[in-house]
């Protein structure tokens, strides 16, 4: 087992350590510094010591051959019968891997009623494609072994998966089966000089960034969101269809129905808001703002005073005795940013305040503030939205 | 029926955590929470255990601490608890957890079901689940908003993927993970409570274990390793925008229209 | 130094959260001592009053200027000092800082103390809390906010600034006053004796164990007798304490539940049976860990012993469990205000009626098992809450339209007085402001009404403070 420890020679006790710390893992006790539970072995402080004196012992060296190991695969997601978009934003960054490697970009579909004429300008060079009446509804166990097997046979250094539901289902299935290596949600990705995958991703609510190696196991399994990055695919290139038989297995898994989920309003769960306060006095008023959460497909909430004043429902109030929202992007028009509100959006990651005056309190905590009208700017936008 | 839960001790509130001057995680207090995913899976055992009877057990894996989080399972109902604790399995990445965990509800014997949270809030990958099935050699189902229908034999259960729920049958024994739709956690009961405080819970470590390879766990048994931790930068530009604000938002509905955040 | 006017800009600042809307022409920010000494003489010189406000967070509309200059406290947010004594340390702030911001600096300063009552609203200024004595759930143990306060700096009308601390006795000759110290005339004085500009506020160690405990009752006739058994046991017990011990009737439990799907704080607060008839919550104290434990068992066993069940009970101890027993508490007065806005939206004359009863014994069995012959009779709903321990109770009225509400001040009136036939005291918690001086002369006897009369003359002869 392994276990970090230090060489007191070496030491000079400078607390190097102890401050380089992020998780307060390592305190400076009578000169020296003693490791506690609250240690993750990010090893930030054996790369902090000025002198090498900490090390990590018991960690035995592993050896795997990874250069039998190569190319880019990619894990193509059918949504809707097409490919999904996370795939597609997959295949550009698969391309721009693989270019730094120089090797190739594969891509695997596993799956019922396939549009191989999609897949053969998706812009990978290979589709490996296992079809089957089998696979028309997801079954891990299906999907899982026959992508196993597919991975055994090409060996790819790399597996990208978008973090779906269903991604992130197949992931450790394979990971575990492949006695490697999975991380999760990842916003960027890099080659580091050794041909490895720089994993990048946020940790403890995004207050840290963390980079992650796979370094002792092949294939280096990465899951991303959507939008992480920008489809950039490449026509020029035709992909080579590869069939792959199925396996004959039967699935321990059996999908009695499929329900589709009804449309979620509830602005807490929704990705894009609009917000709209004081500046909204009449009923009258609320209508182009409705129009504009149509149009981008977000969802319209107010602050309190809209509430009161009867002109929205209690259900769509955002503040501290109403909702708290975790939108991604947030357009708040005529609100003044009272602490009560404010309570109410810590968990928005972008707000583009609307305002007509500047010096309104939700000016100096926006990521952008805008000083209009806001009945002449949302009249506007939605005239411009609906030329285009 | 047997169920095992399994829970994790985490960092409690994400956003005070940081002291933003050194960067560093602050650590004082009641800092250290049950994993708020992990409140429905215990939740969810024991609605089942009310409904077809039979026990739960926690199992939690970390150091001494951690002992407070299967107290606080114990209050809210459940039957009793493991500790998962060996300096071994210290520094374990998803697949190192998810093999000590199986290991660890193989020893003790006689699950029928596992139940985790969908995540946690510290790590944040959502594979356990999955990954501790798989180790475990058994069927897996992820995103569970509810169990329909649970025997002896076999649990069926709504798979959230996305879009659509895939109303799943697998035979038991099973893992599922279930996310926050599924029922809200009961407030533990005052005599719940009160006897928690005096539970024992017997600690499992690598000598337990059937695999006693120390090389398996921990950080010697992971397959991720980290290279490099550093702050996030926040991007706090509270830019009042003075010419052409009304393009920057047009441009920006735009955009967002495309499909492009 | 400067002076707004009142447009739409500011037009929030007329208002508080009585929803009382004042006329207030001008606001002015001050930031510190100085400048509200400046504004203060200018505004006097120019004939006009003036009005001290704070978070607006007020129920009564105190804080609201009718016919005045508003001068807002809500800048004056700088924590200025912190020094400890023995245990305990005094904070001083300014009147705008917020409880809120207080209990966040606490945690930079030391985990075992805290500002120890708990009213509800964090985001009310210190200025405000004294203003009203507020009070929490805990008042049973201890108190207003003026019993942690150890000095006051105010300005009075004769435009002396001076501080006032804790043991300083009251100079006026008048009998209430006799018996005072003077933070304790200045406590709950809504803003009409001067302006409040710094406080010391205390903080003292907390109780090293705490419980919080929720009972749900399916019987209402076995409220009372618990309440008793409870209050039997840790009367003489030295050990414990008894520091809140709430009630909430099956229509509070209703109106919560209500809010409850639309508020991301009460996310927390799992469902419970709507046939539930009320709930007690109490919370108790002791150095002694074992000691509190016995305390408890007993108790729940009586509450079992009368066919309470074991699964209706929720306890907590750590301070992110027992928020949530504040969340709850906090949730029945926004419920109870979101209750009515729907009627106020039609009539913006329409408001919820709410009176604070003393009760005797036999009054308050009557108000629980729902034996009160005006309250059987009332066609217009209600809903009761409050601390039993103490046999105070508050009754709270929800009108649907204007002909209920008249109905509604005909309850109120008749429950006052029948109270007063039955030997009780009916009084306003949250104070009288300006939407309930109608009602002090029904509440009150002359004596007390005079007695504040020569005390505001002593402090405010002019009449500047907030009329």
């Given at each position: 087992?392994?276990?970090?420890?230090v060489?007191?020679?070496?030491?000079?006790?400078?607390g190097?350590?102890?401050?380089?710390?992020?998780?307060?893992?390592?305190?400076?006790?009578?000169?020296?510094?003693?490791?506690?539970?609250?240690?993750?072995?990010?090893?930030?402080?054996?790369?902090?010591?000025?002198?090498?004196?900490?090390?990590?012992?018991?960690?035995?060296?592993?050896e795997?051959?990874?250069?039998?190991?190569?190319?880019?695969?990619?894990?193509?997601?059918?949504?809707?019968?097409?490919?999904?978009?996370?795939?597609?934003?997959?295949?550009?960054k698969?391309?721009?891997?693989?270019?730094?490697?120089?090797?190739?970009?594969?891509?695997?579909?596993?799956?019922?009623?396939?549009?191989?004429?999609?897949?053969?300008?998706?812009?990978?060079?290979?589709?490996?494609?296992?079809?089957?009446?089998?696979?028309?509804?997801?079954?891990?166990d299906?999907?899982?072994?026959?992508?196993?097997?597919?991975i055994?046979?090409?060996?790819?250094?790399?597996?990208?998966?978008?973090?779906?539901?269903?991604?992130?289902?197949?992931?450790?299935?394979?990971?575990?089966?492949?006695e490697?290596?999975?991380?999760?949600?990842?916003?960027?990705?890099?080659?580091?000089?050794?041909?490895?995958?720089?994993?990048?991703?946020?940790?403890?609510?995004?207050?840290i960034?963390?980079?992650?190696?796979?370094?002792?196991?092949?294939?280096?399994?990465?899951t991303v969101?959507?939008?992480?990055?920008?489809?950039t695919?490449?026509?020029?290139?035709?992909?080579?269809?590869?069939?792959?038989?199925?396996?004959?297995?039967?699935?321990?898994y059996?999908?009695?129905?499929?329900?589709?989920?009804?449309?979620?309003s509830?602005?807490?769960?929704?990705?894009?808001?609009?917000?709209?306060?004081?500046?909204?006095?009449?009923?009258?008023?609320?209508?182009?703002?409705?129009?504009?959460?149509?149009?981008?497909?977000?969802?319209?909430?107010?602050?309190?005073?809209?509430?009161?004043?009867?002109?929205?429902?209690?259900?769509?109030q955002?503040?501290?005795?109403?909702k708290?929202?975790?939108?991604?992007?947030?357009?708040?028009?005529?609100?003044?940013?009272?602490?009560?509100f404010?309570a109410?959006?810590?968990?928005?990651?972008?707000?583009?305040?609307?305002n007509a005056?500047?010096?309104?309190?939700?000016?100096?905590i926006?990521?952008?503030?805008?000083?209009?009208?806001?009945?002449?700017?949302?009249?506007?936008?939605?005239l411009?939205?609906?030329?285009? | 029926?047997?169920?095992?839960?399994?829970?994790?001790?985490?960092?409690?509130?994400?956003?005070?955590?940081?002291?933003?001057?050194?960067?560093?995680?602050?650590?004082n207090?009641e800092?250290?929470?049950?994993?708020?995913?992990?409140?429905?899976?215990?939740?969810?055992?024991?609605?089942?255990r009310?409904?077809?009877?039979?026990?739960?057990f926690?199992?939690?894996?970390?150091?001494?601490?951690?002992?407070k989080?299967?107290?606080?399972?114990?209050?809210?109902?459940?039957?009793?608890?493991?500790?998962?604790?060996?300096?071994?399995?210290?520094?374990?990445?998803?697949?190192?957890?998810?093999?000590?965990?199986?290991?660890?509800i193989?020893?003790v014997?006689g699950?029928?079901?596992v139940?985790?949270?969908?995540?946690?809030?510290?790590?944040?990958?959502?594979?356990?689940?999955?990954?501790?099935?798989?180790?475990?050699?058994?069927?897996?189902?992820p995103?569970v908003?509810?169990?329909?229908?649970?025997?002896?034999?076999?649990?069926?259960?709504?798979?959230?993927?996305?879009?659509?729920?895939?109303?799943?049958k697998c035979?038991?024994?099973?893992?599922i993970?279930?996310?926050?739709?599924?029922?809200?956690?009961?407030?533990?009961?005052?005599?719940?409570?009160?006897?928690?405080?005096?539970?024992?819970?017997?600690?499992?470590?690598l000598?337990?274990?059937?695999?006693?390879?120390?090389?398996?766990?921990?950080?010697?048994g992971s397959?991720?390793?980290?290279?490099?931790?550093?702050?996030?930068v926040?991007?706090?530009?509270?830019?009042?925008?003075k010419?052409?604000?009304?393009?920057?938002?047009?441009?920006?509905?735009?955009?967002?229209?495309?499909?492009?955040? | 130094?400067?002076?707004?006017?009142?447009?739409?800009?500011?037009?929030?600042?007329?208002?508080?959260?009585?929803?009382?809307?004042?006329?207030?022409?001008t606001?002015?920010?001050?930031?510190?001592?100085?400048?509200v000494?400046?504004?203060f003489?200018?505004?006097?010189?120019?004939?006009?009053?003036?009005?001290?406000?704070?978070?607006?967070?007020?129920?009564?509309g105190?804080?609201?200027?009718?016919?005045?200059?508003?001068?807002?406290?809500e800048?004056?947010?700088?924590?200025?000092?912190?020094?400890?004594?023995g245990?305990?340390?005094?904070?001083?702030v300014?009147?705008?800082?917020?409880?809120?911001?207080?209990?966040?600096?606490?945690?930079?300063?030391?985990?075992?103390?805290?500002?120890l009552?708990?009213?509800?609203?964090?985001?009310?200024?210190?200025?405000?809390l004294?203003?009203?004595?507020?009070?929490?759930?805990?008042?049973l143990?201890?108190?207003?906010?003026?019993?942690?306060?150890?000095?006051?700096?105010?300005?009075?009308?004769?435009g002396?600034?001076k501080?006032?601390?804790?043991?300083?006795?009251?100079?006026?000759?008048?009998?209430?006053?006799?018996?005072?110290?003077?933070?304790?005339?200045?406590?709950?004085?809504?803003?009409?004796?001067?302006?409040?500009?710094?406080?010391?506020v205390?903080?003292?160690?907390?109780?090293?164990?705490?419980?919080?405990?929720?009972?749900?009752?399916?019987?209402?006739?076995?409220?009372?007798?618990?309440?008793?058994?409870?209050n039997?046991?840790?009367?003489?017990?030295?050990?414990?304490?008894?520091?809140?011990?709430?009630?909430?009737?099956?229509?509070?439990?209703?109106?919560v539940?209500?809010?409850?799907?639309?508020?991301?704080?009460?996310?927390?607060?799992?469902?419970?049976?709507?046939?539930?008839?009320?709930?007690?919550y109490?919370?108790?104290?002791?150095e002694?860990?074992?000691?509190?434990?016995?305390a408890l068992?007993?108790?729940?066993?009586?509450?079992?012993?009368?066919?309470?069940?074991?699964?209706?009970?929720?306890?907590?101890?750590l301070?992110?469990?027992?928020?949530?027993?504040q969340?709850?508490?906090?949730?029945?007065?926004?419920?109870?205000?979101?209750?009515?806005?729907?009627?106020?939206?039609?009539d913006?004359s329409?408001?919820?009626?709410s009176?604070?009863?003393?009760?005797?014994?036999?009054?308050?069995?009557?108000?629980?098992?729902?034996?009160?012959?005006?309250?059987?009779?009332?066609?217009?709903?209600?809903?009761?809450?409050?601390?039993?321990?103490?046999?105070?109770?508050?009754?709270?009225?929800?009108?649907?339209?204007?002909?209920?509400?008249?109905?509604?001040?005909?309850?109120?009136?008749?429950?006052?007085?029948?109270?007063?036939?039955?030997?009780g005291?009916?009084?306003v918690e949250n104070?009288?402001?300006?939407?309930?001086?109608?009602?002090?002369n029904?509440v009150?006897?002359?004596?007390?009404?005079?007695?504040?009369?020569?005390?505001?003359?002593?402090?405010?002869?002019?009449?500047?403070?907030?009329?």
């Open positions: 087992m392994a276990i970090l420890s060489d007191n020679s070496k030491c000079i006790s400078c190097i350590c102890e401050k380089s710390c992020k998780f307060q893992g390592v305190k400076i006790e009578n000169k020296y510094p003693i490791f506690n539970d609250n240690c993750t072995f990010c090893f930030e402080c054996i790369t902090a010591c000025p002198t090498s004196a900490i090390t990590v012992l018991g960690l035995e060296k592993k795997f051959d990874t250069t039998l190991w190569s190319g880019v695969m990619v894990y193509l997601e059918i949504k809707d019968n097409i490919l999904s978009e996370v795939s597609k934003e997959l295949i550009g698969a391309r721009e891997l693989a270019n730094t490697l120089s090797e190739k970009v594969f891509g695997v579909v596993i799956n019922h009623n396939i549009n191989l004429e999609e897949l053969k300008t998706c812009g990978v060079d290979t589709v490996f494609v296992a079809e089957g009446e089998q696979f028309a509804d997801f079954k891990l299906l999907v899982g072994d026959c992508l196993h097997s597919i055994e046979k090409v060996k790819p250094s790399i597996f990208l998966v978008g973090a779906t539901n269903q991604g992130k289902t197949i992931v450790p299935y394979i990971s575990v089966k492949c490697t290596g999975m991380t999760a949600d990842c916003t960027s990705l890099e080659i580091d000089k050794n041909g490895n995958l720089i994993q990048i991703r946020p940790a403890f609510g995004g207050n960034m963390a980079e992650i190696l796979t370094e002792n196991s092949r294939p280096q399994i990465a969101r959507e939008k992480i990055f920008k489809i695919v490449d026509v020029k290139t035709q992909a080579e269809i590869v069939k792959v038989q199925g396996l004959e297995v039967v699935s321990k059996d999908v009695l129905k499929i329900v589709k989920k009804a449309v979620d509830d602005i807490s769960h929704a990705k894009i808001l609009i917000a709209i306060g004081n500046g909204v006095k009449k009923k009258e008023e609320i209508a182009v703002f409705q129009k504009l959460a149509d149009e981008i497909g977000g969802e319209l909430c107010s602050s309190r005073a809209l509430v009161e004043a009867g002109l929205m429902p209690q259900s769509r955002v503040g501290l005795s109403g708290a929202v975790s939108a991604d992007l947030m357009f708040a028009f005529g609100i003044s940013g009272s602490a009560q404010l109410g959006v810590g968990g928005v990651k972008t707000l583009i305040a609307i005056d500047p010096d309104a309190n939700i000016m100096t926006a990521n952008h503030g805008i000083v209009a009208d806001i009945f002449q700017t949302s009249a506007e936008v939605l411009s939205l609906r030329k285009k | 029926m047997k169920i095992a839960v399994c829970v994790k001790q985490v960092p409690s509130d994400n956003k005070s955590l940081m002291d933003k001057k050194s960067g560093t995680l602050i650590r207090g800092t250290s929470v049950i994993n708020p995913y992990d409140l429905f899976a215990v939740e969810m055992a024991l609605r089942i009310e409904r077809v009877g039979g026990e739960v926690a199992f939690t894996m970390g150091a001494g601490s951690a002992k989080v299967l107290i606080d399972s114990v209050a809210m109902g459940v039957d009793g608890g493991y500790l998962v604790s060996d300096l071994a399995f210290a520094g374990a990445d998803v697949f190192a957890t998810a093999k000590t965990l199986s290991e660890a193989t020893f014997g699950f029928d079901l139940i985790c949270g969908r995540q946690t809030t510290d790590g944040d990958t959502g594979e356990v689940a999955i990954a501790l099935a798989t180790h475990m050699n058994i069927c897996g189902l995103f908003n509810e169990v329909v229908e649970i025997d002896e034999k076999n649990i069926t259960a709504s798979c959230d993927f996305g879009k659509h729920n895939a109303i799943t035979p038991l024994p099973a893992v993970s279930v996310d926050k739709d599924c029922g809200l956690p009961r407030i533990p009961s005052l005599r719940g409570k009160l006897s928690a405080k005096k539970a024992v819970f017997p600690v499992i470590s000598d337990d274990l059937f695999d006693k390879n120390n090389n398996n766990y921990g950080l010697s397959k991720t390793s980290v290279l490099r931790i550093y702050n996030t926040f991007e706090t530009s509270n830019n009042i925008i010419e052409g604000g009304l393009e920057f938002l047009k441009g920006k509905f735009e955009s967002v229209k495309k499909g492009d955040l | 130094m400067e002076i707004f006017q009142i447009s739409d800009k500011y037009i929030d600042y007329n208002k508080d959260e009585s929803k009382f809307v004042g006329n207030s022409s606001i002015s920010f001050p930031t510190s001592c100085d400048e000494v400046e504004i003489n200018y505004i006097k010189n120019s004939g006009e009053k003036i009005t001290a406000q704070g978070s607006r967070t007020g129920l009564v105190a804080g609201v200027g009718l016919v005045s200059h508003t001068m807002s406290f800048k004056m947010n700088k924590i200025l000092d912190t020094t400890s004594v245990e305990e340390y005094i904070v001083k300014q009147s705008g800082v917020t409880l809120g911001q207080l209990r966040e600096h606490i945690k930079n300063i030391n985990e075992n103390v805290d500002f009552p708990n009213p509800t609203e964090e985001t009310a200024t210190f200025g405000g004294f203003s009203h004595n507020a009070k929490g759930m805990n008042s143990k201890y108190g207003g906010v003026a019993n942690h306060i150890n000095s006051v700096k105010i300005l009075f009308s004769n002396d600034v501080t006032i601390s804790c043991d300083e006795k009251c100079s006026i000759a008048s009998s209430l006053a006799e018996q005072t110290t003077m933070i304790e005339l200045l406590a709950g004085s809504e803003g009409q004796l001067g302006l409040i500009l710094e406080l010391d205390i903080l003292r160690k907390t109780p090293s164990n705490r419980w919080g405990v929720m009972f749900f009752f399916n019987r209402v006739e076995k409220v009372v007798e618990f309440k008793n058994y409870v039997n046991l840790l009367e003489d017990n030295n050990n414990v304490d008894l520091s809140v011990f709430e009630y909430y009737d099956k229509k509070t439990l209703d109106i539940g209500e809010w409850k799907k639309t508020s991301s704080k009460l996310k927390s607060i799992p469902d419970y049976r709507s046939e539930f008839q009320s709930a007690i109490l919370e108790i104290e002791s002694l860990e074992e000691e509190i434990e016995v068992m007993e108790i729940l066993d009586k509450f079992e012993a009368e066919g309470g069940a074991e699964s209706d009970t929720w306890a907590g101890v301070p992110s469990e027992l928020e949530k027993f969340h709850f508490r906090h949730a029945v007065q926004e419920g109870g205000n979101s209750a009515i806005q729907n009627a106020k939206n039609i913006s329409i408001f919820k009626l009176m604070d009863f003393k009760l005797q014994d036999s009054m308050l069995e009557d108000i629980i098992n729902r034996n009160v012959e005006i309250l059987k009779k009332s066609s217009v709903e209600y809903f009761v809450f409050g601390h039993i321990g103490e046999n105070h109770l508050q009754l709270n009225l929800l009108p649907n339209n204007v002909d209920e509400f008249q109905h509604a001040k005909n309850i109120l009136a008749d429950m006052c007085e029948y109270n007063i036939k039955n030997g005291t009916n009084f104070g009288v402001g300006k939407t309930r001086i109608n009602c002090l029904n009150v006897n002359k004596e007390f009404i005079d007695n504040i009369k020569k005390v505001k003359e002593f402090f405010d002869k002019e009449s500047i403070f907030n009329c």
